[in-house]
């Protein structure tokens, strides 16, 4: 065996196996053979028995390829490798692998297969790297990309913690902007309150007031309630009045000192915080206290928002000259709306303006929402308008439409979306005529105006009324005749001929650039015209001099007499004025009942009250002529044309051209677009002329309106004059004989055809009463088979019940009455529906409800201080409820809630034993012997045993006294219209006719001792009766007697008309 050594190299490409050397001698291997030996075991230890397996496993295979130099085998099969497996000397495997002939033999047969080794690693290793490195590249691309995930979700994480501060942010801002108006209003109330508190203390009727308080000049302002017309007709006191005597003074304001004008802002300030809707410095010291004190009031107001608020949004809030922005807040249960008081336009509106304007921090339940209309603002759809349960309404612009809608499925569901507003009206053009036809021409104008879009919120959007007479100058005005009626078919521009031909070659030679040709340059209705019109009443007095820099307008431009306004109509080419409702409802719009200053014309003639025309005396007397020529048979069967002008088919396109009706192209809906201006300053100037030209009513028909063919079948209404014609003069065709010999001293007719039980109730003085039952469909026109004959029978029947007056039905109310009240019709009221009376007079002081099924006592109501002495139920509505009020001897009124689902007094039906009243009327200082109410209205009207009369609104507030002449003093009977009108009797037959603004209309004196009156609904008519047993009507505007029926044989106590066109 020789022993070699091997030498280490690096493999290089195409080299074959090391080459092996042999010792030049054993010297250097014998001086240290333990540490190679030690060496070589440490190094093969592992590899060692690996080696000798493979010899042994292979032996037949290796034996024949492993030959010598001389062909023989080197591992030789037998006892040699027995002996090699079982050895473990690495040294002898060593020497056997390194020996001459073992190199030769491995060198021979395996060095191409070394070789090829060699080769396939090298490609493997290259391979590897290849994989390694592309494994590699994936994973960084992984890892990038994981990495680039993280940075998102990062900034995503960010951005959402971000939003998150954000909204927080926002809700804790909205949070303070709802307790911030929540203070506000608290603090309002409070101070209405404490005034209202102090008023009825120190009013002359009040505890501490005296003849000599009561102030030198009363200021009053137009309220804001709306009777079921849509009119506003009812004053009260105005605490921001005056008669703008800074107006004549504003030169010398001009120049004034700079203490002068520091002290004029520090009175500005004071009048802010004084107004309904600044009350910052209050608030501040609302707030003065501890952490904790803040911290519960805070609470406090967070638990009042009723419920998660589902919607904030930007809004602007439409007032009649200001719109202010602000947030529109909406929770579960409730509106809220708060004015953004730092924002630069509110800050430039003066403060008397802001005293007028309601709703700047409002809040509105919804249950006291009753619809809410589509509306436009600056000719875009983008605007709301809400009813609420009060009689007034509120209107709000927002950003776009999607907005609207976001807010109107937010709203309750009270005529929201489709059934009401814009899209409702433009399908209507089958129903609006048949709407024409079961109504009166005032009635459906207003309703007209009202889908149309037009609103008392937006003055560029008033209600328009047309001029209907062209006479102002006669004496007498005669109705009959045909040329005192303007022509309803020409718009009031092409009335007069010369400028009719004027307007239509201004439309043919219109040669302007950018402007679409048209006839008239502004509208027939505009917010500066409104303002014209109504300049003499508050707040429109204020709204006029904050829009026309605080001065009244040219004496000789001022609208002063109707007969000059209606030949500038006919003359003026620029002037194409048509009218407002008022002209038709309010004639104190015509009186300068505050004293402004108007100044004086050219002539030299002051400008104060308006000139009426000869033959009106008074306002009142021009309103009710013009309205009487509105309603009249010529008007009605004309209107239709100017209703294709105003809202119809005639509106716009060819028709309009033809019927001299285009108006400039920024008044018509659609004209432009505001949210494509995106240049402020170009939208501001767009948004200017928009607001001078005037809108146009929204296009409500495409086709022609249908004629309302005659007025005639009006004229059998109750209401009506005609029906004292002699054909109606017909003596007593029915006598219903009861019974008792005891006086029927109340009748109330309920005979609706919608009631289960139409019926006249009737109760006696012994409180015997009788649910008489109506049929309707016996004479009742529109039946089947109706004749003009059927018309005189009452198809009236007695109760059959009432001469068997015992068992379940009984008819007869036994509970005992104080013995000092006389029974009178005061002391009863029967409810719309006829199944339920309600007495007074009990010993108790309490008034009693009964079932008029039974007999049976259902309710006793409690209140009072003394014995309850009259009773009156105001008209009812859908679901039959209404108000109850109570009079006393303890000199108040009490203002209860019938509620006509439960049939109880209050609307809870879990507390029906203990009700609550909605007010306490005070100011009498006598028993109250008589009362009415008109929810309508929202007034009740009493009268003390020895005076006065006294006007209060259903939320309690007393407005004024009714004075009449001096023997009128003692009132004992009161009748009140939902037109208006008040009539008083007093003792010794004497008869006052009041307006509800306290204004004196007629009196008379009659010789009779009137026991019972009754005023038709629309106020026209009055109806008398007393113990000389005559019925007699007469005519309330003058107390001209109209009828007097056959006499009776014994006294008239209580008279009742059994048909009305509305319900109550």
Not at 936 to 952: N, Q, W, Y
Request: one cysteine or more.
């Amino acid at each position: 065996i020789v022993y070699c050594e091997v030498e280490q190299c690096e493999l290089r490409s195409g080299l074959t196996p090391p080459e092996l050397k042999p010792f030049s001698s054993l010297a250097g291997f014998q001086t240290a053979p333990a540490i190679i030996t030690t060496k070589l075991e440490r190094a093969l230890e592992k590899v060692a028995p690996l080696l000798r397996e493979i010899f042994v496993d292979f032996a037949p295979f290796l034996s024949r390829t492993l030959l010598g130099s001389h062909g023989q085998e080197l591992l030789i099969e037998g006892t040699g490798l027995v002996c090699m497996k079982s050895s473990t000397s690495v040294v002898e495997l060593v020497m056997l692998l390194c020996s001459q002939e073992w190199q030769n033999s491995i060198q021979k047969n395996a060095g191409l297969a070394f070789i090829e080794l060699i080769n396939e690693g090298r490609l493997l290793c290259h391979a590897m790297k290849d994989h390694i490195v592309r494994v590699a590249n994936e994973a960084e691309f992984i890892l990038n990309r994981q990495r680039a995930e993280d940075v998102h979700k990062h900034a995503e994480f960010e951005s959402n913690c971000a939003q998150y501060a954000a909204d927080r942010r926002e809700e804790e801002k909205m949070c303070d902007h709802l307790i911030s108006a929540a203070k506000h209003r608290d603090h309002v109330t409070a101070n209405q309150l404490k005034q209202k508190i102090l008023n009825i203390l120190t009013n002359k009727h009040g505890a501490w007031g005296t003849m000599s308080q009561s102030q030198l000049h009363d200021f009053w302002r137009l309220d804001y309630w709306e009777d079921d017309l849509r009119r506003r007709r009812r004053f009260v006191r105005n605490p921001f009045g005056s008669t703008h005597l800074d107006v004549s003074l504003k030169a010398l304001e001009d120049y004034g000192t700079e203490e002068e004008e520091e002290e004029g802002l520090k009175s500005k300030k004071t009048l802010r915080s004084q107004s309904l809707v600044s009350q910052n410095l209050e608030a501040e010291l609302m707030l003065e206290g501890d952490d904790d004190t803040v911290s519960l009031l805070q609470e406090k107001e967070m638990d009042n928002l009723a419920g998660p608020v589902v919607l904030s949004t930007p809004a602007q809030l439409v007032s009649p000259v200001v719109v202010v922005h602000g947030t529109l807040s909406i929770t579960t249960t409730e509106i809220y709306f708060e004015v953004d008081e730092d924002d630069p336009s509110f800050k430039k509106i003066h403060t008397k303006v802001l005293a007028y304007s309601e709703g700047l921090h409002g809040k509105w339940m919804f249950s006291e929402i009753r619809a809410v209309f589509s509306r436009r603002y600056l000719l875009q759809n983008t605007g709301l308008e809400v009813f609420m349960a009060n009689r007034t309404s509120v209107m709000f612009n927002f950003p776009d439409q999607a907005t609207v809608k976001r807010v109107v499925y937010s709203l309750p569901r009270v005529g929201v979306g489709t059934s009401y507003g814009l899209p409702q009206a433009r399908r209507i053009s089958l129903a609006t005529p048949r709407q024409l036809f079961k109504s009166s021409p005032t009635e459906y104008l207003m309703f007209l105006n009202t889908i149309a879009g037009r609103s008392y919120n937006d003055l560029n959007q008033y209600p328009v009324f047309p001029w209907v007479l062209t006479n102002f100058e006669s004496e007498e005005l005669d109705l009959t005749l045909p040329g005192n009626f303007r022509d309803l078919s020409k718009p009031i521009g092409a009335l007069h001929p010369k400028r009719a031909v004027f307007s239509a070659e201004r439309y043919d030679t219109w040669e302007e650039d950018g402007t679409p040709p048209h006839h008239y340059g502004s509208l027939y209705s505009t917010a500066n015209t409104t303002l014209l019109w109504m300049l003499r009443i508050e707040p429109f007095t204020t709204f006029f001099l904050n829009a026309n820099e605080n001065q009244f307008d040219h004496p000789d431009r001022a609208f002063s007499g109707i007969a000059r306004a209606w030949r500038n109509c006919q003359r003026d080419t620029a002037d194409v004025k048509e009218l407002i409702p008022e002209f038709y409802y309010l004639p104190e719009m015509f009186v300068n009942s505050s004293g402004f200053e108007l100044g004086q014309r050219e002539d030299g003639t002051p400008v104060s009250d308006i000139e009426l025309p000869a033959w009106a005396k008074k306002p009142e007397d021009f309103v009710r002529i013009n309205r009487m020529a509105l309603e009249s048979e010529f008007v009605s069967c004309q209107l239709h044309q100017w209703i294709d002008l105003i809202f119809g088919y005639k509106q716009r396109g060819p028709e309009a051209v033809r019927a001299l009706n285009v108006f400039h192209f920024l008044s018509y809906e659609g004209s432009v677009t505001l949210d494509t201006i995106t240049d402020s300053a170009q939208r501001q100037l767009m948004e200017t002329q928009i607001q001078a030209c005037g809108q146009t009513p929204s296009q409500l028909l495409i086709e022609p309106h249908p004629p309302r063919s005659s007025a005639m079948h009006l004229c059998f209404l109750p209401q009506s004059p005609l029906m004292f014609k002699d054909q109606m003069q017909q003596d007593v065709i029915m006598v219903l004989k009861f019974p008792s010999n005891s006086p029927v001293t109340h009748v109330a007719a309920n005979t609706l055809p919608h009631l289960s039980v139409p019926a006249a109730v009737t109760v006696t003085c012994s409180r015997l009463f009788a649910v008489n039952r109506w049929h309707n469909t016996v004479g009742l026109r529109g039946a089947p088979g109706y004749s003009l004959e059927q018309a005189h029978h009452l198809p009236i029947e007695m109760d059959p019940l009432i001469a068997n007056n015992s068992g379940v039905s009984k008819r007869q109310i036994t509970d005992l009455v104080d013995q000092s009240i006389q029974i009178n019709t005061h002391c009863f009221v029967v409810t719309a529906d006829n199944r339920y009376i309600l007495v007074c007079g009990f010993w108790d002081k309490s008034f009693r409800v009964y079932s008029t099924e039974t007999g049976k006592l259902t309710q006793i109501v409690f209140g009072h201080w003394d014995v309850v002495t009259c009773l009156a139920r105001s008209e009812s509505y859908i679901g039959g409820d209404c108000y109850i009020v109570s009079g006393s001897r303890d000199a108040t009124l009490l203002l209860w809630y019938w509620s006509g689902r439960h049939h109880i007094i209050g609307d809870n039906p879990n507390n029906s034993d203990y009700p609550a009243p909605r007010a306490v009327l005070t100011g009498h200082d006598h028993e109250v012997v008589c009362v009415s109410v008109c929810a309508e209205l929202g007034l009740v009207i009493s009268g003390a045993k020895e005076g006065p009369c006294l006007v209060h609104t259903i939320t309690g507030d007393l407005l004024r006294a009714l004075e009449g002449p001096e023997l009128c003093l003692r009132p004992r009977l009161i009748s009140v219209s939902s037109e208006g009108h008040c009539v008083i009797c007093y003792e010794r037959g004497r008869f006052c006719n009041f307006s509800i603004n306290g204004k004196l209309l007629a009196q008379m004196e009659v010789n009779d001792s009137t026991r019972a009156i009754l005023l038709s609904s629309d106020g026209q008519n009055l109806v008398t009766g007393g113990d000389n047993g005559v019925v007699e009507v007469w005519q309330a505007c003058d107390f001209k007697q109209l009828y007097i029926y056959p006499g009776c044989d014994a006294g008239i106590r209580a008279p009742w008309t059994c048909l009305t066109t509305r319900g109550g």
